[in-house]
T-cell receptor, first 113, second 110 residues
Framework: DTAVSQTPKYLVTQMGNDKSIKCEQN?????MYWYKQDSKKFLKIMFS???????INETVPNRFSPKSPDKAHLNLHINSLELGDSAVYFC????????????FGPGTRLTVL | DAKTTQPPSMDCAEGRAANLPCNHS???????VYWYRQIHSQGPQYIIH???NNETNEMASLIITEDRKSSTLILPHATLRDTAVYYC???????????FGKGTRLSVIA
């Protein structure tokens, strides 16, 4: 059974377009995250939601807007895509607690042309 | 910024133990040591974590020095499928994000 799933796996689009990436977890976790891994392979946190509320928002352009319709989903919408947005985006989830382990999805490779 | 220092790469013969070191000299008393790995083109995978005692699970063992300034991840019998980038992360509790450094690229060689 897939624990953390993301769609699509690959996304190729033109500059200026608006796109969304979806994330779902079936682990019953209450915290979800979005990470970005750039071409140099650095993984960085973008957002974190706990019980559908935003708790972490790193320095990310406001073109990026996460949306959490329920605890099992955290979608990432990106407006006016730029070349620099090309990266692999990973969703993760955890159960809040003292030693919450994060489980990652398979990633979405976004290519902006 | 990551609070850990790891060697950029290591090789290990298949079937032998892989010992991956990590320095975290500025670790705070409430921070745990976590290890994740990322196999090529996949999402990071949790391996193990600990606070001050040594820990063991089905994947690996974690040895933390008494002063907690360094640790070693041990894969007891490395296989080719263990080839990956291994990340050592120190992290306080409760909903804090993982701060990934550059990790150690482990290559298991047949």
């Amino acid at each position: 059974d897939t624990a953390v799933s993301q769609t699509p796996k690959y996304l190729v689009t033109q500059m200026g377009n608006d796109k969304s990436i979806k994330c779902e977890q079936n682990l019953g976790h209450d915290t979800m995250y979005w990470y970005k891994q750039d071409s140099k392979k650095f993984l960085k946190i973008m957002f974190s939601y706990n019980n559908k509320e935003l708790i972490i928002n790193e320095t990310v352009p406001n073109r990026f807007s996460p949306k959490s319709p329920d605890k099992a989903h955290l979608n990432l919408h990106i407006n006016s895509l730029e070349l620099g947005d090309s990266a692999v985006y990973f969703c993760a989830s955890s159960r809040s607690g003292n030693t919450d382990t994060q489980y990652f999805g398979p990633g979405t490779r976004l290519t902006v042309l | 910024d990551a609070k850990t220092t790891q060697p950029p790469s290591m090789d290990c013969a298949e079937g032998r133990a892989a010992n991956l070191p990590c320095n975290h000299s500025t670790i705070s008393g409430n921070e745990y040591v976590y290890w994740y790995r990322q196999i090529h083109s996949q999402g990071p995978q949790y391996i193990i974590h600990g606070l001050k005692n040594n820990e063991t699970n089905e994947m690996a063992s974690l040895i933390i020095t008494e002063d907690r300034k360094s640790s070693t991840l041990i894969l007891p019998h490395a296989t080719l499928r263990d080839t990956a980038v291994y990340y050592c992360i120190v992290r306080a509790s409760r909903n804090t994000p993982l701060v990934f450094g550059k990790g150690t690229r482990l290559s298991v060689i047949a």
